[in-house]
């Protein structure tokens, strides 16, 4: 039983935590229809709850898990996702709209704090040969969740009504059990001691900061699809549920792409596996998006895309936490949250230049950014992972 507590039972679960935790993040979508009708509210409301979700879930990512490394904070391992699922959960309860935004911010604060403090258990409790593959299979426990929480959602609506949404927080409390159980709260983040003057703070790694520019842009390029991808098809002509289909693609392609990704940045280097993946995405969204139909080379094409792209992240986190491995918690924050906020200014950019040249033209210069990262990756040094005893993973 020991021996299971210091091997893949911490993996086990902080996948399954990170599974739960982009499942709840993923309920807004689908909740804004209640939310709106219950208390009247506009769509510029509606719109308001999604930059609100997007600041506190994402923006302030680095900014907590600043303070993750700074003062250790594990035991919150134990209440962010209880508390996400409870403020997403009760959101339909709110009585005004004041308490709705109050609702939606915990929620996302929760996802804040979650993301860079499992990310930096992950990578304390696997073996340095094996992170990147660890990675993937903690990215992809997430994206598998966000990707059936707006079908489960909608079921769990149409079958019980809102007002048994509570019961979803089941499955937060049970986790936070089983961390207690397991001592996942006890695990040190104390950053390994490295040689005097090798320490990098993290404002002057310019490794991080371009590195952190790549994965900007190429959020820019992956959000930017989706979130047109149903107006885009209805423009050419095909039916909107068609847009289902494809955007299902895309996301199980991610998937699968993170995992692949992570094992294959340990064997051949974050760097190779970063530009490799983004020059794969490149042609690939570029043949979609040129495609006269939507045929079978067509989803082909979109599934490639989605995994090239998530075949970046892994690597990115692993890279920029051997980048400063006193903030570990930091550096995952900046690669799973404030690249994703900035990506989410250029999707607006994109939407602004739709208006002017039409979305189709839009859609093909948002693989601009796409290009750019790629010289970008190439111009980052290689970073060889820190080498600490993996033991201190049990303590």
């Known amino acids: 039983m020991k021996q299971s507590r210091t091997s893949a039972a911490p993996l086990t679960l902080l996948t399954l935590g990170h599974f739960f935790s982009d499942f709840y993040s993923n309920f807004l979508p689908a909740l804004l229809p209640v939310l709106l ?3 009247g509210l506009s769509l510029t409301a509606g719109g308001l709850l ?3 979700y997007s600041f506190t879930s994402s923006i302030l990512q680095p900014l907590c898990g600043y303070y993750i490394d700074k003062r250790g904070y594990t035991w919150l391992i134990l209440v962010t996702l209880p508390a996400s699922a409870l403020t997403i959960c009760f959101s339909t309860f709110a009585s005004s709209y004041g308490v709705l935004v109050a609702c939606v911010a915990f929620a996302g604060l929760g996802s ?8 930096s258990l992950v990578n304390k409790v696997t073996a340095p040969a094996k992170r990147g593959l660890a990675m993937a299979v903690f990215i992809g426990g997430g994206n598998i969740g966000f990707g059936l929480a707006p079908v489960i959602v909608i079921y769990w609506l149409l079958a019980f009504g809102a007002a048994s949404l509570p019961w979803l927080v089941v ?10 159980y397991f001592r996942l709260h006890q695990i040190s983040l104390t950053p390994p001691v490295l040689p005097a003057g090798t320490g990098v703070v993290w404002y002057k790694s310019t490794s991080l900061l371009k590195l952190n520019a790549v ?10 699809l989706p979130n047109f991808l149903a107006v885009w098809l209805v423009q050419q ?4 549920a068609l847009a289902g289909g494809l955007l299902t693609a895309y996301l199980l392609g991610g998937a699968v792409g993170a995992f692949v990704g992570g094992g294959l940045g340990d064997r051949f280097g974050r760097k190779a596996c970063i530009a490799g993946c983004l020059a794969v995405c490149l042609p690939a969204m570029f043949v979609f998006l040129r495609s006269p139909e939507i045929d079978l080379l067509a989803w082909v094409m979109l599934t490639v895309s989605g995994a090239a792209m998530q075949g970046t992240l892994p690597s990115s ?6 980048m400063i491995p006193g903030n570990a918690a930091m550096a995952s924050g900046m690669m799973m949250g404030l690249s994703f906020g900035l990506g989410g200014l250029g999707v607006a950019i994109t939407g602004a230049l739709a208006d002017q040249v039409g979305l189709a033209t839009a859609l093909l210069w948002s693989l601009a950014p796409l290009a750019a990262a790629i010289p970008l990756t190439f111009a980052i040094p290689s970073t060889r992972p820190p080498h600490r005893p993996t033991a201190a993973a049990a303590e």
Do not use: D, K
């Not at 804040?112 to 990310?119: C, G, T």
């Not at 002509?237 to 909107?240: A, D, L, N, Q, R």
């Not at 986190?317 to 051997?322: D, K, L, P, S």
């Open 112 to 119: 804040s704090v979650f993301h860079p403090l499992a990310s």
């Open 237 to 240: 002509g095909h039916s909107p």
């Open 171 to 180: 499955p937060a409390a049970l986790l936070a059990a089983a961390y207690y």
């Open 317 to 322: 986190i692993v890279w920029a936490q051997e």
């Open 50 to 52: 999604v930059m609100v």
């Open 37 to 39: 009708s219950s208390l």
């Open 215 to 224: 994965m900007a842009l190429r959020s820019w390029s992956q959000m930017a």
